[in-house]
């Protein structure tokens, strides 16, 4: 049977936070910025909306040149990375919940697998592929773009293709003609170098690098990249989809908003962020043994304090209770103001990936 495999990309994920949380920025031209502190306006752009990008603001260009593009109607927002993470876990649980098996690769993104749940057949997968961009519309209110093909390497390209917002499937049949007019750069593992020594023997395409013999490709990029260009110019990828790294510890860290070593001020504030941090642990029915608070101080040095229970547990009261104890000994010991506090629980014990996996080697 033919695999089904696929990857899943939110559209431009830190900025469609920000339209999310505050939607009076919808179709005005917005910036995610990560401000490096050195002078007001000194740092990059993380993302931009489709609005913006119209305007030619690209990641990593620096904020002074997005900011001359921008005009007036448009925002220079600082980059909420907890904020982004937070909503990144709840999605990938989402995503996790309706594959066979799930590999997280990115902030934003996850390759997957459904060969088991489409039962091999693409108009299934396509069925599958709608109701998750549905489902993760409807909670999170994102939009992400999907592709769907019988390997990752043609799957992430097909989650490139037609974006935001976009579904695109390649069945094993279109694969060959999927791929060929498409620009070299669009394979994994091809970069502006591998690019430039293609062109240099005329191959700009994927169809024209699926036409190379594997031999003069080795003479250029040795037997190992030689073998996998071609190989995936022709649509062939054998990666399987893993489960992903089984986490045995979970954290949440917020910036406080302003720097102080007041214990119940933190505890406070940090409060949403050991429910949110609960509800996951819930969500993955796992226990711990082992919480720790987390104080990083206004020289950016980190301090932590743990305490490992007797035994595993569930329990928000005993979370929440630990947690704050140890936030009132590292605050009230610390020499400094706190500039961002955090939560981690360890020693996880229990289900996790464990019912996806053993359903997908049934
Ligand atoms: P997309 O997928 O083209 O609609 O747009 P994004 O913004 O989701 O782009 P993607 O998937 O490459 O990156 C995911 C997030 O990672 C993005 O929202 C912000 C962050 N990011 C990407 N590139 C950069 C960068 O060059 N610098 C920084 N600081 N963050 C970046
Ligand atoms: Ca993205
Ligand atoms: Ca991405």
């Known amino acids: 049977m033919n695999r089904v495999i696929g990857h899943l990309d939110l559209d431009y994920f830190y900025a469609q936070v920000e339209e999310v949380q505050n939607p009076s920025l919808r179709g005005r031209p917005i910036v995610v910025c990560v401000f490096s502190g050195r002078t007001e306006e000194s ?46 876990d709840r999605i990938m649980q989402i995503a996790r919940e309706g594959v066979d098996v799930l590999e997280q690769s990115g902030i934003d993104e996850a390759f997957f697998e459904i060969t088991g749940r489409s039962g091999g057949d693409y108009s299934n997968a396509n069925s599958i592929a709608r109701g998750l961009k549905e489902k993760i519309l409807g909670s999170e209110r994102l939009t992400c773009s999907i592709g769907i093909a019988s390997n990752k390497v043609v799957a992430k390209i097909a989650s490139d293709f037609k974006k935001p917002n976009g579904l695109t499937i390649v069945t094993p049949d279109e694969t060959k003609r999927f791929l060929k007019p498409l620009r070299v750069e669009e394979l994994y593992g091809v970069g502006p170098k591998t690019a430039r020594a293609l062109k240099g023997i005329g191959v700009e395409t994927i169809g024209q690098l699926a036409d190379q013999k594997p031999e003069s490709l080795e003479r250029l990029f040795g037997r190992k990249l ?45 409060s949403p962020a050991i429910d949110d941090l609960h509800s996951r642990l819930l969500a993955e029915r796992r226990s711990f043994r082992t919480v ?48 961002r506090a955090g939560v981690r629980v360890a020693e996880l014990v229990g289900a996790a990936d464990q019912s996806s996996m053993t359903e997908y080697l049934e």
């Open 292 to 339: 720790s608070a987390i104080a990083i101080l206004s020289d950016l040095s980190t301090r932590t304090k743990s305490m490992t229970l007797d035994g595993p547990t569930t329990d928000l009261q005993i979370l929440r209770i630990q947690a704050r104890a140890l936030m009132r000994e590292l605050a009230t010991s610390s020499e400094k103001d706190l500039r």
């Open 226 to 270: 030689a073998f996998y260009l071609h190989e995936a110019a022709n649509g062939i990828d054998e990666q399987p989809v893993t489960g992903g790294r089984e986490t045995t510890q979970l954290s949440r860290i917020i910036t406080l908003k302003k720097n102080t070593r007041d214990p119940e001020e933190i505890f406070s504030q940090l």
């Open 43 to 88: 740092g990059v752009v993380s993302t931009a909306n489709y609005v913006a990008r119209e305007l030619g603001i690209k990641s990593g260009m620096p904020i002074t040149l997005a900011k001359k593009k921008l005009g007036k109607d448009g925002s220079l927002i600082p980059m909420r990375r907890e904020k982004y993470d937070a909503i990144s």
